[in-house]
């Protein structure tokens, strides 16, 4: 009796077990698996994961550029219970883009944004709709004021080439690696705008910002499953991308309410001096408004939000030409000539000398086109249900602008690989401009700070080239092409010579 009590007692036990492992598959399928009808069709991924394992090694963005070989220009993917939908080809990019901007101009509430801005504020992260359009005007406005755009900017970013040659000079006849020179130049600029002044590159307080943009940005998709995957975060090892993004954070906001709160002390409505002065000014206007958006809060994620898109994007541009400046000693040559030939040796340039040079221009465009430093740009959302190219795709759903695609589209782009300005010159030499190539992105969620970049980029670019020829040290291996995928798409690093002109 009691051993057939055992036996119907075990007998139930493994019934019980087995209905709730049944039980859990069931739920983990339903939750992975409940997508809407009608979507765009993709490659299988993984149950729970997706396909983000798939994407995890190596570039995403050209695996993504190969499946849509095989699922066509708007295809779906699945990133652990994400359901994200690619764009690929220049065609439907523009047809999203900008004729339905509209429709694709949100952004998505990633795992990633709960961790960094859960409640979704500032420009980059910020849903389409009246708060974030509110504040990208007043921001344009605003940097406006400081030159943005105009000439009187390109003082502070001469001033910034100066200190970055003298940095350069110091180094001799040896070896560097050029990339954190540049970085701490472009970043010294956004801090001119944002916070009215500018850093020694060995300030302690600098270098331990730029330390935490570097761990930041070198952070890649395989780092950030405990970001996709929460149950993941205390898993040594594993845990390590999602506690780095918040330290990053953290380390970067921490300085930026240090100058808010200096910026509040000092404050003189008759002195505006920078960004921080014109938003402390908006907010005391509005203090008796309850439904404002202009606040403390708000204003530390719009600051958060240029610092560190200013800081990385146009630097590690930057680092590719001088990559592609030392593989292709000719190129850099005949971009030597034409700024010689234009402003000698010591006038500085300004960018109304752009239209003189037509090769310098081909050559910084085509940098923007091979090292495409966003590969898919800044995620995009549904702003509504929206149907495109017969297929339903709802309100909220992330969509990933794949800007690889049409960079190295071989019908547009021959022989994408090569390092090629002519691309972007007529017969007679002159520039042409082509909208295929975009590194800014396109329609209403195009980088507000692209003129600021060009600024930039045309200036540190040419008042280098102006005084110095960038090679490889003697003997060194030739550098690769082949870029690290982390939250940019950057080259690796490398070590180069700077000899100075006479």
């Given at each position: 009796m009691a051993a057939q009590l055992v036996t119907s007692l075990v007998g139930e036990n493994v019934i019980l077990q087995t209905a709730l492992v049944l039980l859990l598959v069931f739920v983990v399928t339903s939750w992975f698996f409940k997508t809407p009808k009608n979507l765009p069709p993709g490659p299988r991924g993984w149950p729970v994961a997706g396909n983000i394992f798939s994407l995890a090694m190596g570039h995403s963005f050209k695996t993504m550029t190969e499946w849509a070989k095989t699922y066509g220009p708007v295809y779906r993917i699945q990133l652990g219970k994400e359901t994200m939908v690619v764009l690929s080809g220049y065609d439907v990019m523009h047809e999203a883009l900008v004729k339905r901007g509209e429709d694709f101009s949100s952004r998505p509430d990633l795992p990633v944004v709960k961790l960094v801005n859960p409640k979704r504020l500032g420009i980059i992260t910020a849903p389409f709709g009246t708060p974030w359009k509110e504040h990208r005007k007043f921001t344009l406005m605003s940097l406006r004021e400081f030159g943005f755009g105009k000439r009187s900017l390109e003082g502070k970013i001469m001033e910034e080439s100066v200190a970055l040659q003298s940095e350069i000079m110091k180094m001799g006849n040896k070896p560097f690696d050029i990339s954190r020179m540049v970085q701490n130049a472009v970043t010294n600029v956004i801090c001119s705008i944002v916070f009215g002044s500018r850093f020694e590159y060995n300030d302690v307080k600098f270098t331990q910002l730029m330390d935490a943009l570097d761990r930041g940005f070198a952070n890649n998709l395989l780092g950030q499953l405990a970001v996709f995957f929460p149950i993941l975060r205390r898993v040594p090892g594993i845990g390590r991308g999602a506690q780095l993004i918040v330290d990053v954070t953290a380390t970067v906001t921490a300085y930026l309410r240090e100058e808010m709160d200096s910026h509040k002390k000092t404050f003189d409505s008759n002195d505006i001096r920078d960004l921080i002065d014109s938003y402390v000014r908006e907010t005391k206007s509005r203090e008796n408004d309850d439904d404002t958006t202009f606040t403390d809060e708000y204003t530390e994620i719009v600051l958060f939000d240029l610092f560190i898109a200013g800081a990385e994007t146009t630097s590690t541009?930057?680092?590719?030409?001088?990559?592609?400046?030392?593989?292709?000693?000719?190129?850099?040559?005949?971009?030597?000539?034409?700024?010689?030939?234009?402003?000698?040796?010591?006038?500085?340039?300004?960018?109304?000398?752009?239209?003189?040079?037509?090769?310098?221009?081909?050559?910084?465009?085509?940098?923007?086109?091979?090292?495409?430093?966003?590969?898919?740009?800044?995620?995009?959302?549904?702003?509504?249900?929206?149907?495109?190219?017969?297929?339903?795709?709802?309100?909220?759903?992330?969509?990933?602008?794949?800007?690889?695609?049409?960079?190295?589209?071989?019908?547009?782009?021959?022989?994408?690989?090569?390092?090629?300005?002519?691309?972007?010159?007529?017969?007679?030499?002159?520039?042409?401009?082509?909208?295929?190539?975009?590194?800014?992105?396109?329609?209403?969620?195009?980088?507000?700070?692209?003129?600021?970049?060009?600024?930039?980029?045309?200036?540190?670019?040419?008042?280098?080239?102006?005084?110095?020829?960038?090679?490889?040290?003697?003997?060194?291996?030739?550098?690769?092409?082949?870029?690290?995928?982390?939250?940019?798409?950057?080259?690796?690093?490398?070590?180069?010579?700077?000899?100075?002109?006479?």
């Open positions: 541009t930057l680092y590719w030409a001088f990559l592609y400046m030392i593989l292709n000693p000719d190129i850099q040559q005949k971009v030597q000539d034409e700024i010689h030939s234009v402003l000698g040796h010591d006038k500085p340039p300004s960018t109304a000398h752009r239209a003189q040079m037509p090769y310098t221009e081909a050559v910084l465009t085509e940098v923007a086109r091979i090292g495409t430093i966003l590969p898919t740009s800044v995620f995009h959302a549904m702003s509504r249900d929206t149907t495109f190219h017969g297929y339903h795709i709802p309100e909220g759903t992330t969509v990933l602008p794949n800007l690889w695609s049409v960079h190295h589209d071989p019908e547009h782009f021959p022989n994408p690989g090569k390092f090629d300005p002519g691309r972007f010159l007529d017969a007679q030499g002159r520039y042409q401009r082509d909208d295929h190539v975009m590194p800014f992105g396109i329609g209403p969620r195009m980088c507000l700070g692209k003129q600021l970049a060009e600024m930039e980029l045309f200036v540190f670019f040419t008042s280098l080239l102006q005084h110095f020829t960038f090679k490889l040290p003697e003997g060194a291996a030739r550098p690769s092409t082949m870029g690290i995928s982390g939250v940019t798409h950057s080259p690796k690093n490398f070590k180069l010579i700077a000899e100075p002109l006479a």
